[in-house]
C-alpha cells in the first residue's frame, strides 16, 4: 500500500470543524420535536432543611401547567444508582444511601430536586414551580471533611456514624510502617485538593418522547455513552432495556460529569409517558453549579520515607474524599482507582494508602477529567519537590535516583499497577532542555530587578487509562462506495470523526472523506463502552483497524471472483481493487453491486479488549512570575515531553493536552468552589468563579518521545486527560519554588489565588527579620541544577 496523505500519524484537521464552526452543529437543544412541552426543576434553597408542601391545585390550575410531580408520584421508581462501591477494609460492604429522583421531606444540598413542573413553555412552568407552596425547616449542615469528622458534626443520613461512607485502603501497611521505621528521613506534607465546578461548554439537557404504539420511549441527551445511560435510565425507570432508544447528538464537552445519569433524565421519560407529549428540559447555567455532580475535593496528608542516599523506601497516604450528599454514580471508586497510582513514576518498594469518603451536605462528587489520576499525580509530584527542598538537592537528580528505569519494564508497582513501557529520565531531560532549565537563574534575577518573583516548577508524572471493558466497531461499505463506521464512543468535542476516518482510511486506502462515523445511537449501533478513561481511540481505534483489515479481506475476496484472481495478487488502492502491477481493477462501488455482495461480506466487526490499562507519562515544566504587591501570578513559560506510545494524528493530540494543561492551570491558580458554613454555594456563577482565560496561559511548547505502548496492538496509550494531570503539580512546583526563593514560604494550597499569594506572604514578612529576608533574596534555598548536587552527593 502507498504512503497516504491522511493515514495514521499525519497532522489532519478535523473533519468535523467545517460543520460546527458554520452552525451546522446539532446539539440536543436544537432538537424541537413537534409538541414538544418544557420541564423546570423547583430545587431547594437550603442545604439541610426538612420541608412539607402545601395545597398544590393552585399550580396545576397555572396557565400552561400540564403536570406537577413531587416525590408521591414517582417514588415507585428506582433511585439513581451508585455503580461505583467499594469495599471497606475490613472487608465489609460500604452502605449505600439512597438517592431519590425527587426528595420526600427532606434536602441535603443546595440545589437538591423538591419538584418538576411540565407546561407549555419554560416560563410557565418556571412560574408554577416558584409558586409552589412550600414550608422549610432550616438544619445544620455539615460542609466539609473536617467538619464531616468533627465530633457532633450534623449527620448528613443518620443512619452513617460519623459521616464516613466507606473506608478502605491499597497497598501494604505492615511493610509500610517497617520501612518508615527504618528510614534515615521522612517528609511530609498535607495537601488539599480543590473543589471544582466542571463548566463544559453545552449545559446538560434531555429530550424523552413516548411512543405508545410500540411503547418505546426515544430520549435525546448529551452524554458520553447512550448505551450506558440507557442501561441506567432503564434501571430507574423499571423497564427493559430494550423498550428505550437513547440518542446523543452533537456534545459541547463532557469532562467525564456527562457520563452519569442525572435525575431529570427518568424524569422527563416518566413524564413524557404520561403526557403523551416529548419533554424538553434544559438547565441554565445556575443549575449546571447546583444540580451536577462536582470534581476533586480531596485532603491528603502524605508521607515520603527516604534513605541517607535520598532512595524513596516506602509511601503512607491517609486520603480524605467529599463525595458530597449522595453517592453519584461512580463517586466512590474514584479516589480508590487514584490511590493506585499513588507510587507514579518511581520505584517506591511499599506503599499505603488509607481511603475514606465522607458525606457533606453539598453537591455529589464524581470522576472529572482524569478521575483519581491527577489527585495521586498532584500528591507524589508535591512530596517529591519537598523532599528535595528538605534534603538539599536538586529537584531533577532526585526524581532520577528514584525513576522506575526502563530496564526494569514491565515494572509492577506497590500498589499492583502493571507499567509496560516509558523512559522517565529521557523526557525529564527534554524538557528540562527545551525549557532552559540551566539558565533559571539568570531569568529569576531579571525578574528581581523588576520587582517580581520567578518560579520553576516540574512534574513527571504517569497516568493510566484505556482500561476496562473492550469496544466493538461495525464497518460497512455503502453503495456508493464509501466506508461506515459503527462505534459505541461518543465525541464530545476530541475529535473522534477524524481519527477513526484516519484509521479506517489507511486500512482501506481510501479517501478520507469517504468515511463515515455513526454513534450516539442505541438502535443503530449494537453495544458501546462510550467515552471516559481516555479509552475510545486505544480501544476503540484498534477495533476499527482490526475491522479495517477485515473489511480489506473480505473485499479482496469478493473482487478475486470479479477479476478471475487470486486473493494474493490483489492490492487496495484508491477506494479500488486491482490486480497488482496492472490497470485492471474495480471500484469498491461495483463491489457493492455484486450478487455475491451479501451483507456479511460487506461487513467487518471487531471488538478489542485491553489486557491491561495503557501507562500515558511525561514532563510538564512550568515557569511563573509573581507581584508581590498583588499576589497575582503569571505563568510566563510551559513546556511539555510526553510519551503516548504512537502519535495518531498530532493536530488531535496537541488540542488534547493543551485543553487539559489550562484545566490545570485554572484549578492551580483560579477555580474556587467556596461554600459558606450553612451550605451554601458563594461562587455560583461566572461572577465569582473564576475560569482560566486565554490571556492566563501562554503559547505552549509541546513534543512527543513517545515509547510504543507493548500491550496495545497498535502502540497507542490515552491522551484525553494527561494535559490535566502533568499540570496541578508543576504549575504548583513552580509557585512555591518562587515563594521559598523569596519568603521562605514552603507550602500553599490550591488555588493559588491573588488574595491567598499575598496573605502568604504578608504572614512570611510578619515571621522573619528584614536580615532573613534579605538572606533568602540573595541565596536561593534549594539548587536548579544536578551539576550542583548529583545522585553521588544524595
Known amino acids: 500500500m502507498r504512503p497516504m496523505k491522511f493515514g495514521v500519524g499525519q497532522p489532519v484537521r478535523r473533519v468535523e470543524d467545517a460543520r460546527l464552526v458554520t452552525g451546522q452543529g446539532r446539539y440536543t437543544d436544537d432538537h424541537h420535536p413537534d409538541g414538544t412541552v418544557h420541564a423546570y426543576v423547583l430545587r431547594s434553597p437550603h442545604a439541610h432543611a426538612r420541608f412539607v408542601l402545601g395545597d398544590l391545585s393552585a399550580v396545576w390550575a397555572m396557565p400552561g401547567v400540564l403536570m406537577v410531580l413531587v416525590h408521591a408520584e414517582v417514588k415507585h421508581l428506582g433511585d439513581v444508582p451508585c455503580l461505583g462501591p467499594v469495599e471497606n477494609a475490613d472487608g465489609t460492604a460500604m452502605r449505600l444511601t439512597p438517592y431519590p429522583l425527587l426528595c420526600r421531606d427532606e434536602v441535603r444540598h443546595v440545589g437538591d430536586a423538591v419538584a418538576v413542573v411540565v407546561a407549555e413553555t419554560l416560563l410557565q412552568a418556571r412560574d408554577a414551580a416558584e409558586a409552589i407552596p412550600i414550608e422549610w425547616e432550616p438544619l445544620a449542615a455539615t460542609v466539609g471533611i473536617e467538619r464531616a469528622e468533627a465530633p457532633g458534626a450534623a449527620p448528613v443520613w443518620p443512619e452513617i456514624r460519623g459521616n464516613v461512607a466507606f473506608d478502605t485502603a491499597v497497598g501494604d501497611a505492615a511493610a509500610t510502617e517497617k520501612a518508615f521505621a527504618a528510614a534515615d528521613r521522612v517528609v511530609s506534607l498535607r495537601l488539599v485538593n480543590n473543589r471544582l465546578v466542571t463548566n463544559y461548554l453545552e449545559p446538560r439537557d434531555c429530550i424523552a418522547a413516548y411512543d405508545e404504539g410500540d411503547r418505546r420511549w426515544t430520549i435525546t441527551l448529551g452524554t458520553q455513552g447512550s448505551h450506558s445511560l440507557k442501561e441506567t435510565i432503564a434501571g430507574c425507570l423499571k423497564v427493559e432495556k430494550r423498550r428505550l432508544r437513547v440518542i446523543t447528538p452533537d456534545v459541547g464537552g463532557g469532562f467525564g460529569t456527562k457520563a452519569f445519569i442525572y435525575r431529570e433524565y427518568p424524569l422527563c421519560a416518566f413524564a413524557a409517558e404520561k403526557l403523551g407529549r416529548p419533554v424538553k428540559w434544559v438547565a441554565d447555567r445556575s443549575e449546571h453549579f447546583v444540580g451536577d455532580a462536582q470534581g476533586r475535593d480531596n485532603l491528603v496528608h502524605a508521607e515520603l520515607a527516604l534513605d541517607a542516599r535520598g532512595k524513596f523506601l516506602a509511601m503512607r497516604v491517609d486520603l480524605k474524599a467529599d463525595l458530597g450528599a449522595y453517592l453519584s454514580q461512580f463517586g466512590p471508586f474514584i479516589p480508590v482507582l487514584g490511590a493506585s497510582m499513588t507510587p507514579g513514576v518511581y520505584d517506591i518498594p511499599t506503599v499505603h494508602v488509607r481511603v475514606r469518603g465522607y ?436
Open 359 to 794: 458525606y457533606t451536605h453539598t453537591m455529589p462528587v464524581d470522576a472529572y477529567r482524569g478521575a483519581g489520576r491527577p489527585e495521586a499525580a498532584y500528591v507524589i509530584e508535591r512530596l517529591a519537590d519537598q523532599a528535595a527542598r528538605e534534603l538539599g538537592v536538586a529537584r531533577d537528580a532526585l526524581r532520577a535516583l528514584n525513576f522506575v528505569p526502563p530496564q526494569k519494564m514491565p515494572f509492577t508497582t506497590a500498589t499492583g499497577r502493571i507499567y509496560d513501557s516509558g523512559e522517565f529520565e529521557g523526557h525529564m531531560r527534554r524538557a528540562m532542555e527545551v525549557a532552559e532549565w540551566a539558565g533559571f537563574e539568570q531569568r529569576s534575577k531579571e525578574a528581581r530587578r523588576a520587582g517580581r518573583i520567578r518560579g520553576i516548577g516540574m512534574a513527571t508524572y504517569v497516568e493510566a487509562c484505556a482500561f476496562g471493558e473492550g469496544e466493538r466497531a461495525t464497518l460497512r461499505l455503502d453503495d456508493d462506495g464509501g466506508v461506515t463506521i459503527l462505534i459505541g464512543t461518543q465525541s464530545t468535542g476530541q475529535g473522534h470523526m477524524t481519527a477513526y476516518a484516519q484509521i479506517a482510511a489507511e486500512q482501506l486506502d481510501l479517501p478520507m472523506e469517504r468515511v463515515r462515523v455513526v454513534q450516539g445511537d442505541t438502535d443503530l449501533v449494537r453495544s458501546g463502552g462510550g467515552t471516559g478513561g481516555s479509552r475510545s481511540i486505544p480501544v476503540g481505534g484498534v477495533s476499527v483497524s482490526n475491522a479495517s483489515r477485515q473489511l480489506a479481506e473480505n473485499l479482496k475476496e469478493l473482487a478475486a471472483d470479479a477479476l478471475e484472481a487470486g486473493v494474493a495478487d490483489l492490492e487496495l488502492a484508491d477506494g479500488a481493487i486491482r490486480i497488482s502491477g496492472t490497470d485492471r481493477a474495480i471500484a469498491f462501488a461495483d463491489l457493492a453491486r455484486l450478487e455475491k455482495a451479501t451483507p456479511e461480506r460487506l461487513t467487518a466487526t471487531d471488538k478489542w479488549t485491553p489486557p491491561e490499562a495503557t501507562y500515558p507519562n511525561g514532563t510538564h515544566i512550568c515557569e511563573v512570575e509573581i507581584d508581590p504587591d498583588t499576589g497575582e501570578t503569571e505563568v510566563v513559560a510551559y513546556v511539555v515531553v510526553d510519551d503516548f506510545g504512537v502519535t495518531l494524528n498530532p493536530l488531535l493530540l496537541e488540542g488534547q493536552v493543551h485543553g487539559g494543561v489550562v484545566q490545570g492551570v485554572g484549578q492551580a491558580l483560579h477555580e474556587h468552589t467556596v461554600f459558606d458554613a450553612e451550605g451554601q454555594l458563594l461562587t455560583a456563577s461566572f461572577m465569582d468563579y473564576r475560569l482560566p482565560r486565554a490571556a492566563d496561559v501562554p503559547f505552549f511548547h509541546f513534543e512527543t518521545r513517545n515509547v510504543p505502548c507493548a500491550t496495545n496492538p497498535l502502540g497507542l496509550k490515552g491522551v484525553g486527560e494527561a494535559g490535566s494531570i502533568g499540570s496541578c503539580p508543576a504549575v504548583m512546583n513552580a509557585v512555591v519554588d518562587a515563594l521559598d526563593r523569596a519568603y521562605g514560604i514552603r507550602h500553599i494550597d490550591m488555588p493559588a489565588t491573588p488574595d491567598r499569594v499575598f496573605r502568604a506572604i504578608q504572614e512570611a514578612l510578619a515571621a522573619r527579620s528584614p536580615l532573613e529576608l534579605a538572606r533568602l533574596w540573595a541565596h536561593d534555598p534549594i539548587t536548579n541544577s544536578s551539576t550542583a548536587s548529583g545522585p553521588e552527593n544524595l
